[in-house]
């Protein structure tokens, strides 16, 4: 059993910051990356950002300079520090990870339940 629990949204004035955090649990053997995707109403799911065990990163365009994701030092938790919030920001967030549960097993991915992010004018 796996599961990723987020926290951290709420509702801020634009230009605002706020932090995500999530934690992964579990029958956990590894893992790959972790990330976030966000969805706003009426809208399909998008990427945000993403890092590797490694240490590598990934931001779409419409982020880059303004949030900034991490690892924690047990590299179960992965953080999103968004600064300069703006309204184009809203919509539910969404932590995912990539792992086996098992040497044997292959990498899959799992998801969070979303934490919402709501950023007012």
């Known amino acids: 059993q796996v599961q990723l629990v987020e926290s951290g949204g709420g509702l801020v004035q634009a230009g605002g910051s706020l932090r995500l955090s999530c934690v992964a649990s579990?029958?956990?053997?590894?893992?790959?990356?972790m990330g976030w995707y966000r969805q706003a109403p009426g809208k399909q799911r998008e990427l945000v950002a993403t890092?590797?065990?490694?240490?590598?990163?990934n931001y779409a365009d419409s982020v880059k300079g303004r949030f900034t994701i991490s690892r924690g030092n047990a590299k179960k938790t992965v953080y999103l520090q968004m600064n300069s919030l703006k309204p184009e920001d809203t919509a539910d967030y969404y932590c995912?990870?990539?792992?086996?549960?098992?040497?044997?097993?292959?990498?899959?991915?799992?998801w969070g339940q979303g934490t919402q992010v709501t950023v007012s004018s």
């Open positions: 890092i590797t065990s490694g240490g590598t990163t």
């Open positions: 995912n990870a990539d792992l086996r549960t098992s040497g044997a097993a292959r990498v899959s991915i799992y």
């Open positions: 579990g029958n956990i053997f590894s893992i790959n990356a």
